[in-house]
């Protein structure tokens, strides 16, 4: 959907989708086509697109980078390793041509500093702050360079960009990752939570966007499976039906922002008598997982 420079968090995307069946819940409405090393992905057609703003081209082509701050937005500003969640429209500087944008799509999480964005958006998106506007106008060599993108970014353009911030999610240390000594259950027929720590933030409802990280394990002998920690950048999730499993549709509503909540599912709530053979969980097996919630963001 964006302007990669690489496609940072492939084994996590592969491994969510996957295993929980979870990722960006907007793909599947998305009119974009994927170029072949799939680094690159353009939305062409606006005709979709809601709200999308205007993008004021430079009088001259931009030799360096130019951030104008059209709103300033309220908070805390944007750091190197905070995750910035956006909606944004670009074209080419020189004269108009749009060639991205995710608006009338949910926003899109860059984690600033990772190197997995062009470094226009690395630079221009320190100091921005949640509900704040800026323009970027982005020279070539902080962009594709002489190497162009696609086929509509020719090699030389510079880029111009209208970028909202809608949520910024602080960077998350790997020293927080959860502790727990799991020990073995015994088989559940109905799913129970206990609150670890109790969050003070937003409150999480059903149909809510999410984003966190958990900790998988086997209930019935409490071997870890997976943990999201090992990443960057934490999961994205939207808690509606056939988007993720119905024990995280259950067990994490009621949950506060910066809270963490132990969620013990019946195999029937979570992968039945299939189980899972990627995740490591045998059929017929109760699964347990820690998760930490980070952030709420607005949903279509």
């Not at 680094?39 to 360096?64: G, M």
């Not at 909202?164 to 799991?182: G, L, Q, T, W």
Request: include cysteine; proline fraction near 5%; charged fraction near 20%.
């Amino acid at each position: 959907m964006f302007l990669q420079r690489r496609r940072a968090g492939i084994s996590l995307l592969l491994a969510t989708s996957l295993v929980f069946g979870i990722g960006c819940s907007g793909d599947d409405a998305e009119p974009s086509d994927t170029t072949v090393d799939g680094t690159l992905t353009l939305t062409s057609d606006p005709a979709n697109i809601a709200n999308e703003p205007e993008v004021s081209l430079p009088d001259e082509l931009p030799t360096e980078l130019v951030i104008t701050e059209i709103t300033e937005g309220t908070g805390s500003a944007a750091i190197a390793g905070d995750t910035v969640y956006v909606n944004y429209v670009g074209v080419l500087s020189k004269d108009g041509t749009r060639f991205d944008g995710n608006y009338g799509f949910e926003a899109f999480g860059v984690t600033l500093g990772t190197g997995s964005v062009i470094a226009g958006w690395e630079e221009g998106l320190v100091g921005i702050k949640v509900g704040g506007r800026r323009q970027l106008d982005i020279p070539a060599e902080l962009a594709y360079g002489e190497e162009g993108a696609g086929d509509i970014i020719k090699p030389g353009d510079a880029l111009s960009f209208v970028v909202d911030a809608v949520a910024i999610v602080p960077k998350i240390s790997r020293n927080d990752e959860p502790r727990e000594v799991i020990t073995s259950r015994d088989p559940v027929t109905e799913l129970s939570t206990e609150e670890l720590i109790v969050g003070t933030g937003e409150l999480i409802k059903a149909g809510d966007r999410v984003i966190l990280h958990l900790q998988a394990y086997r209930a019935d002998t409490g071997e870890l499976l997976e943990s999201t920690w090992e990443y960057d950048v934490p999961l994205d999730i939207s808690l509606v039906q056939d988007a993720t499993l119905d024990g995280l549709l259950e067990g994490i509503p009621g949950m506060q922002v910066g809270g963490r909540r132990l969620i013990l599912i019946p195999f029937e709530k979570a992968f039945g008598t299939s189980g899972n053979q990627e995740l490591g969980l045998p059929a017929n097996t109760d699964l347990l997982l820690i998760i930490d919630v980070f952030a709420v963001l607005p949903t279509l």
